[in-house]
């Protein structure tokens, strides 16, 4: 029997080129400002128009401020992008939403949750985060500028078919250990290429405990183990989410869809090329001491030590060591930390600033912490203000900022300064990823709150 990743795969397939790519369909395409301006150019330059412009949607949210949208970019750069994307889409007739529009945020956020992206789906972006869409049970992926600008044109793409993986995470998650710190554990034991030619789905008891939002979280991360995509089968946790929302199917078409979805799953007998198996027992909360996203450990451990490091990779974990100030063998809880972001298509979603605000509730921020809390969409931000939790997070003098990429990346204000600290809750942790020289440490949203209220890096077990 196939997987799910061949079922999906195969039903868009319009061609198999022999010795070649296959053809394969697209159902959706998403547009940001900053990988699109070319792909625009390169339809102009060939007198083209996008094949079918209604299953492509534009968003800004790279170069977006989080403060003072209702006002012109500051930064020349990111208005200039921010106004070419809304150029092109009015001038290609594509759907756009805009900064202060009601459902503008982030892509990889904004897709899901008005039920653009839908099971069975192959989805393309710009954009390598594009897996987080998977966590629907979609076939969802980044692609380059050059494959915009076909799909676009096409409403195909060119690809290599990828091999398939499946990961297991059988047991029930231990207090404080959240979808985080499973996609923090995986890409430490798998590094940040175990997974590199493979498609990931993901199963076992955690994760049909997890809710849409911690599957989102679990898919967004599946790129930083190397992988081409990941992604969870459908079942009723998903049609609960999607149920009702703006593009979702309605009546009896919805009826008609969620028995279709039904059939989207891997049988007992799929054969998968690789299949690796974890114990929810071994996984804790966890931060990152390190400059990739597998160089992390358990938040009540060490940072390892250099004779436990395999020698070819001894020259590079010293370096990021040296990067972070850290050094081999010390503990990391107590650190003194100077910043704090809440957000980015990781952990920008509701269920996010419920946990941080579960944590922080009745307690201050920290003196001597910046704190950059920033939803993944205004429709989360909706939410928070309906929910009480912006007074819960006011009280605690924390306040909320507008919806963007944010401190995920130094392509807007929100930059971190050179050697200062942060406790992100984004995806990635590069040299200079969050501003140049700035040392990122990446963690749940959970251990973010703890590290938030205290000024160190926290065990938030001790809050729970």
Partial sequence: MNTLFDKIWDRHVVQVIEDGPTQLYIDRLYCHEVTSPQAFDGLRRRNLKCFRPERIFCMPDHNTPTHDQD??????????????????AGYF???????????????????????????????????????????????????????????????????????????????????GATAKDVALYLMARLSTSGATGYFVEYSGQVVRNMSMEGRLTLCNLSIEMGARGGFVAPDDTTFEYLKDKDYAP???????????????????????????????????????????PGMGVGISDA????????????????????????KPGEKLLGRKIDYLFLGACTNGRIEDFRAFASVVKGRSKAAGVTAWLVPGSWNVYRQICGEGIDRVLSDAGFE?????????????????????????????????????????????????????????????????
């Fill in 303 to 326: 940072v390892p030590t250099l004779d436990s490091v395999d020698e070819k990779g001894r020259e590079s974990f010293v370096k990021a060591l040296d990067y972070m100030g850290f």
């Fill in 93 to 175: 007739g594509l759907a756009h939403y805009g900064m202060m529009h009601r459902d503008n945020g982030i892509i990889h956020v904004v897709g899901p949750e008005k039920g653009l992206s839908l099971p069975g789906m192959t989805i393309v972006c710009g954009d390598s985060h594009t897996s987080t869409h998977g966590a629907v049970g979609a076939v969802a992926f980044g692609i380059g500028t050059s494959e915009v600008e076909m799909v676009m044109a096409t409403q195909c793409i060119l690809q290599q078919k990828p091999k398939s993986m499946r990961i297991t995470i059988d047991g029930i998650l231990g207090k």
């Fill in 250 to 292: 309605k009546g009896a078409e919805w009826d008609k869809a969620v028995a279709y979805w039904r059939t989207l799953g891997s049988g007992g007998d799929a054969v998968f090329d690789k299949e690796l198996h974890f114990d929810a027992a071994d996984i804790e909360p966890r931060i990152t001491y390190g400059t990739n």
């Fill in 400 to 464: 909320i900022r507008q919806p963007g990429c944010s401190a995920c990346l130094a392509m807007n204000d929100d930059k971190v300064p050179p050697g200062k600290y942060c406790v992100s809750t984004s995806n990635r942790n590069f040299e200079g990823r969050q501003g140049p020289g700035a040392r990122t440490i990446l963690a749940s949203p959970l251990t973010a709150a703890a590290a938030a209220v205290t000024g160190v890096i926290t065990d938030p077990r001790d809050f729970l």
């Fill in 71 to 88: 006002k012109p970019i500051a930064d020349p750069v990111s208005r200039r992008q921010v106004e070419t994307l809304k150029a092109n």
